[in-house]
């Protein structure tokens, strides 16, 4: 199969809802990461992203919406939580997990009788949602266990001859993946920390609860391997310039290519040594990440991953660097 990245206008949403209700996928891109959509209602169209990205198939899929009025397209029912979070967060950066509407494959959500659902604020992807007429089922659109993708290269680097399409909008703007929150009970649970910090879920529904526990998560997404370059990968302390400068020169003694992903101001204070760009905040971290880690592991036998600073996206860019680290403790 050839795939073929196309620029985002109309000819291209009509080709596009044209593969999906054909059961083709499509990558299109959203605000956080691209992501690789079937038609949510076909058992069919569902099992080939598990099949194109390899991924275990207890994993659910997020349901993608083109706006608020659809909502039910996904949903079975709208708890008084839900409904706070839906007006206050969407279209935007939350996706939230409720009963689903029987419609939606088994296959999209893992057998649970929830569903994950958001809608991208990104107006290339609502578009194109908004053409297919049906919820569209979407991970991330990379190979599973890859770092996510943050611009249509990448997709393409991953998934070239399985899939027919990639719409290409430009790189991310967000660049890191959205909050996940539970909100099937009274309480809303965070599953995935993301833009949407628990400080703003408290804010709107006056109570939050954090993580599904390691041992039986309720997003069993969490537990596998995610975002992990070609090569080891380890995290050192932010802004201890010395400690870095020391580590990656300890490792190119020993022989190895190393790359130091970090803030704009430690790689200005790292000559000689090989760095890739966070950019200068936490913001440009987030679009970057998954990109430097890409462009990282093309040359280097080692990464060293700079922490994120106290800022906000703090805790959702640490979440990620651990993972493409291979564990979940710094
Ligand atoms: O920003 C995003 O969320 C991107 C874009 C493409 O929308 N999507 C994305 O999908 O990151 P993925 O498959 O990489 O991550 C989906 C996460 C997984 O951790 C999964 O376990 C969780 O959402 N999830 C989905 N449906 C769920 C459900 N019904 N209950 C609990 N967790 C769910
Ligand atoms: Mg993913």
Not at 219 to 227: D, E, I, L
């Amino acid at each position: 199969m050839r795939t073929i990245i196309l620029k985002p206008e109309k000819s291209t949403y009509e080709f596009c809802a044209s593969l999906i209700s054909d059961g083709s996928l499509v990558a299109f891109p959203t605000e956080t990461v691209y992501g690789l959509g079937a038609n949510a209602y076909s058992d069919e169209a569902v099992k080939n992203i598990f099949a194109v990205k390899n991924r275990p198939c207890d994993n659910p899929l997020i349901v993608h919406l083109a706006g608020k009025d659809d909502i039910m397209l996904a949903a079975r029912e709208i708890t008084p939580t839900a409904e706070k979070l839906i007006k206050e967060f969407m279209p935007g950066p939350l996706t939230v997990v409720v009963k689903k509407n029987p419609k939606i494959s088994p296959f999209a959500t893992g057998e649970l009788n929830t569903a994950g659902v958001r809608i991208p604020s990104n107006p290339v992807a609502r578009e194109f949602i908004k053409a297919c007429g049906v919820p569209v089922a979407a991970p991330s659109a990379n190979a599973s266990t890859r770092p996510s993708p943050t611009e249509a290269r990448h997709v393409y680097d991953d998934l070239n001859g399985k899939i027919p399409a990639i719409i290409d909008g430009g790189k991310c703007e967000i660049g890191i993946e959205f909050t996940v929150v539970d909100v099937t009970g009274d309480i809303p649970v965070i599953l995935r920390p993301g833009k949407v910090s628990a400080e703003d879920i408290r804010r709107v529904c006056g109570d939050v609860m954090t993580g599904g526990g390691e041992e039986k998560p309720k997003s069993p997404g969490v537990k596998y391997r995610h975002y992990s370059p070609g090569c080891p990968c380890k995290l050192l302390r932010y802004g201890d310039i010395e400690y870095i400068r020391e580590t990656a020169q300890k490792y190119a003694a020993q022989g190895n290519k190393v790359t130091v992903i970090c803030y704009d101001d430690t790689a200005a204070r790292l000559m000689g040594i090989n760095t890739v760009s966070l950019g200068k905040d936490n913001y440009s971290a987030a679009a970057n990440l998954f990109g430097a880690l890409r462009r990282a592991e093309k040359e280097a036998d080692i990464i060293f991953l700079e922490k994120p600073r106290e800022q906000h996206l703090q805790e959702a860019l640490l979440n990620r660097m651990l993972k493409a680290c291979g564990g979940d403790k710094a």
